[in-house]
């Protein structure tokens, strides 16, 4: 395939928290292989700055160890590590006070130079603010300022409004970008493409044709090592009330005039608002049980509320539930979304489920059938087509479902076999300036809006989680979430 490559301009990157888990496993592997793929410009300054009193050699050292950890099945070439190890610097700093940011500063090249400077709060939420406010009150930013902001983006609407207004003090909007690395996804993306860019699917896009639509993000891991966070959180504010509600607005929204930044999240904008409240008999919450190794080789694991050493917990671990968004486009159109830790695969999945034709030509016999649009963002990265055919033979007319599929790794013959890591691709975006693909401020209030009631409800009425068995789909009780209305879960597979 011919590379559509294209450099990005300089620019000076500093990494809040350069040290800290995700700077490691995602934000520098993402960076080493935009390098290695000629993406960057080789003039491009990545400085880490963190609490450790490292020297620069020691940072080198441990940025080498990260990629070889986590840079995916390709080895990590040493002529391209030494290459991308010196554009690497580091400061040791303190976020929330006043130590390093004067030796930041001589980092820095001046904006005449280079005026591209991105700066990543890759740290807890508690620094976000106050590195905003010494950014600016060291004088470290310009007019082509960018700074990148990691979830969680508030705890709740009034947490979220005042952290939109602590960062709206010293950027502008155009400057802030609220990350959300499912909106990275290949597939994400591919989802505009398939709807807006084909006269296929649009016509059919809506409740006189689409019967219901499931979302699925599932992970096998549990909570480990971010105990005291997710007790706090749980999965509704950890992952529902970002990732699957921005699924779930790339899904229905309307077609935005063009594929521009407010454009596109503007019509997101209006599905959150569009949300009807969610009955508190459309949520069921779960939480993970603990589980015994076994011969076919389960590991043993310790229950949620073993992890977090809260034996009364009620911090959901599971949430599925059903969604209606009232619009001329999905009135009557149930939207099932549901996400859990220790589930039996790690699978994020999009179906929409597409109504029986309205009369079968064929009998009764041939049972029902419709069409089915699976979206995998992970893993396997695709998009699959279920459509009804004759089985082949001599058995007379009976209908079977096969799959259209088109995976990207194969379809497309990307690097490595696998598409461009989510981060990869964000970060270019940040360094281009382009916010199509992250949150912006009203975003995120109105999808808090939703979400607080659904909490509130729950600490009002003390509700406690259902217990699940690790390595299953769910409490039982969200199958009868679905089975309630005649319908089922597609299948949770890897
Ligand atoms: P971490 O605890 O591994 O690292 C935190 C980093 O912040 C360290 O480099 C530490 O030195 C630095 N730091 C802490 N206090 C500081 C201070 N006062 N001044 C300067 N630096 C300071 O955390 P992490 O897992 O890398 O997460 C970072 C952020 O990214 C968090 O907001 C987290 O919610 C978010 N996030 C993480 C992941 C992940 O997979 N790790 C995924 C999504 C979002």
Redesign the pocket.
């Known amino acids: 395939m011919v590379s559509r490559i294209i450099p990005v301009a300089p620019f000076d990157l500093v990494i809040?928290?350069?040290?800290?888990?995700?700077?490691q496993?995602?934000i520098l592997p993402a960076l080493f292989r935009r390098h290695c793929a000629g993406q960057l410009p080789g003039s491009e300054r990545i400085i880490g700055?963190?609490?450790?009193g490292l020297s620069c050699a020691d940072y080198r050292n441990i940025v080498a160890t990260a990629l070889r950890e986590h840079c995916g099945p390709r080895a990590v070439d040493d002529a391209e590590l030494t290459s991308f190890l010196s554009r690497v610097s580091y400061v040791a700093?303190?976020?929330?006070g006043s130590q390093g940011w004067e030796e930041l500063a001589a980092q820095l090249r001046p904006s005449a130079e280079v005026p591209v400077r991105l700066f990543y709060f890759?740290?807890?939420?508690a620094?976000f603010a106050p590195l905003a406010e010494r950014l600016h009150s060291h004088g470290l930013t310009n007019g082509d300022t960018r700074i990148v902001v990691?979830?969680?983006f508030g705890r709740d609407l009034q947490t979220a409004k005042a952290l939109n207004r602590t960062l709206a003090s010293h950027f502008d909007e155009g400057q802030i970008y609220r990350i959300d690395h499912y909106l990275g996804k290949e597939t994400v993306q591919n989802l505009m493409a398939v709807r807006f860019g084909n006269m296929l699917f649009e016509p059919l896009w809506n409740s006189q044709y689409v019967d219901h639509i499931q979302i699925t993000v599932a992970e096998t891991v549990g909570i480990e090592g971010r105990e005291d966070?997710y007790e706090r959180s749980g999965a509704m504010r950890d992952m529902m009330q970002n990732h699957l509600m921005q699924l779930l607005c790339l899904i229905a929204m309307e077609p935005p005039a063009k594929f521009d930044p407010d454009a596109v999240r503007d019509e997101k904008l209006k599905v959150i608002r569009a949300l009807d409240p969610v009955e508190p008999h459309h949520i069921v919450r779960g939480q993970y049980q603990a589980r015994q190794a076994d011969e076919g080789g389960a590991q043993a694991h310790p229950s949620y509320r073993n992890t977090v050493g809260n034996p009364r917990s009620r911090t959901e671990s599971y949430v599925a539930l059903k969604a209606h968004i009232s619009n001329w486009r999905w009135a009557g159109t149930p939207f099932y979304l549901r996400t859990g830790k220790r589930l039996v695969a790690r699978s994020s999945v999009i179906n929409v489920m597409f109504k029986d034709a309205p009369h079968s030509i064929f009998g009764a016999e041939a049972g029902r059938h419709a069409n089915h649009l699976k979206i995998r963002l992970q893993p396997n990265e695709g998009i699959t087509l279920s459509v009804t055919i004759k089985e082949p033979g001599q058995g007379g007319m009976r209908l079977i479902d096969v799959p259209l599929d088109m995976s990207f790794a194969e379809a497309l013959g990307s690097e490595g076999g696998t598409p461009p890591d989510a981060y990869e691709r964000l970060i270019m975006d940040v360094v281009r300036g382009d916010q199509t693909l992250f949150m912006r401020g009203d975003e995120v209030e109105a999808a808090w809006a939703w979400t607080d009631p659904i909490i509130a409800g729950w600490e009002a009425r003390g509700d406690v989680p259902k217990p699940y068995d690790s390595g299953s789909t769910g409490p039982g009780d969200a199958d009868l979430l679905m089975r309630r209305d005649g319908r089922e879960w597609r299948g949770i597979n890897p």
């Open positions: 809040f928290g350069g040290t800290g888990d995700l700077a496993r995602k700055a963190a609490r450790a700093l303190d976020g929330m890759s740290v807890g939420p620094l990691e979830k969680p966070y």
